[in-house]
């Protein structure tokens, strides 16, 4: 090897080693919510003062600590780079940052995931991917470190005077406040402010476990007899529509509006023409862009479950909470919950409340999978009709059904059929060919498009079914569990999703008219906004008396 080429060969590690670190330091969490105009580049034109004290630190430091301590600060650079990753995905898909006392259980639920939409072999890989990046990028940061140490070293005159002219270069930009990307000031301090906050809030997510057991173990409904609850809506059969995905963007944005809005006036028109009537508002979910379970559990218990943590220690019975379902329950009806999504047992249903499970193994589908969506929700409602809604039942039936056709990918998308041709679903076979998830989320726009489809799919699918089959007893709660993650329903949009009762008898509105939620299924900007988790004691009070009474809310 020639000496040009070892020069060139050694120049060219140490500009990889400071661009690796510089990288690692100044990227900011929210690079993966970009909207449009924003100048990416913007992100990396920054000064990170970790580098500064950093390279202070090795300079200041003995020789014989120098090597320990470089390596020390790089990987501890890799650890909280890993972190920042893994913010990225969480802020781009859940609109928070990852929380590491209480969300390590949602990286399991993400390789379910995976293993659902993709199969178990990318799954596995997806894992080992992440295990060896990991490694890897804490061993590449303290080579890198190392590496740019040695040099300091070597130019210590150099590095002595750079390091004060540097750090008031650093102290005028922050000063002036020079920002080119947002909240991603020049001045950078990035890392530092997330290993500061990380450390600061593991003894509040800890505490969190504490205060969220205690709240849990206050229900005011806990010991109400059963003659007591739900007076007003005896003889009833409840059915709770769950729409996956289903915000307030959907709405709103002029584009997904313009798709959805004729589904949802369609919906509105099928209703009246049978009788019914609707009153809608908007609730705010405990979470975004995905954790389902978590907006159902703040939904039914009337607690907040906005963490992993929290959900395991609501369903694993911290205060016995009275849920929605249970309060059916005690006060006579019988509970059904309809899970196309669950491909196995399911624990949680036992604190829920419910006698009877339906899920993927036993609805009887016999056609393709549709996205991650294990069957149209057509055919769900086809099955809940023959199995469930149908048959006689010992008291009133309460079920709540999951509507999953409007889950991402949006991609295929099964279109309405004959409701007596359904069948077994063999009939949305050659429906799996009409768009690939590949094509959709080639573009913005055509995400959104396909967003929007699906949830009109959705409400026509229920809509349907309730003037096809309902009888007049019927009142159907019907609500959506998140906001889409921010690419479909937009960077910073809200945590609400619309929610509608519907019923025929107009007592049963009469009941919510202090709620002052609007008339039909399409709640515009001035529509009540409720937190999700005060929905459940909202209902109860509202629904304790017996028809006829006046309601205390």
Known sequence: MTLRLRSIITVSLTVLAALIVFVALVVPEGIGRLKPGYWVPGA????????????AVLLIVPQRLRKPAALLIGGGIGVLAILKIINIGFLTVLARRFDPVLDWPLLGDGYNFVTETSGTPAAVAAVAGAIIGSIG??????WAVLRLSGLAARHRRIATRAVPAVTAAWVALALVGVTLFPYAPVASDTTAVLARTTLANIPRSLQDQRSFAAEAAD???????PAQLLRALRGKDVVIGVVESYGRSALENPKMAAILDPALDAANSRLTADGFK?????LTSSTYGGGSWLAHASFQSGMWVNQQQRYRQLTSGAGNRLTLTKAFHKAGWDTVAVEP????????????????????????????????SSMPDQFTLASFQRTVYSRPHRGPLMAEVTLTSSHTPWAPQPKMV?????????????????????????????????????????????????????SDDLVMIIFGDHQAAPRVSGVDASHDVPISI???????????????????????EEAPVTKMDAFRDKFLTAYAAPLGTKSPH
């Open 502 to 524: 519907v019923a025929k008898d107009p007592a049963v509105l009469d009941r919510i008219a202090g709620w002052g939620w609007q008339d039909g299924m399409r709640p515009d």
């Open 418 to 470: 004959d409701w007596d041709q359904v069948g077994d679903g063999s009939i949305f076979g050659p429906m799996v060919n009409n768009m690939t998830e590949d094509e959709v989320w080639k573009s913005t726009g055509k995400v959104r498009s396909a967003y929007a489809t699906a949830v009109g799919y959705s409400i026509t699918a229920l809509t349907e079914w309730a003037t096809r089959y309902g």
């Open 44 to 55: 990396f034109l920054r000064l990170p003062i970790e580098a500064i004290v950093g390279a």
């Open 278 to 282: 609707s009153r809608s508002g908007y």
């Open 341 to 372: 999504g669950n491909k196995h047992a399911w624990p949680e249903k036992d604190f829920y409340g419910y006698e009877e499970v339906y899920d993927s193994r036993n609805l009887g589908y016999k056609g393709p999978q549709f996205g991650w």
């Open 137 to 142: 990028l804490v061993v590449l940061l303290a």
């Open 219 to 225: 229900d005011p409904y806990a010991t109400v007899p």
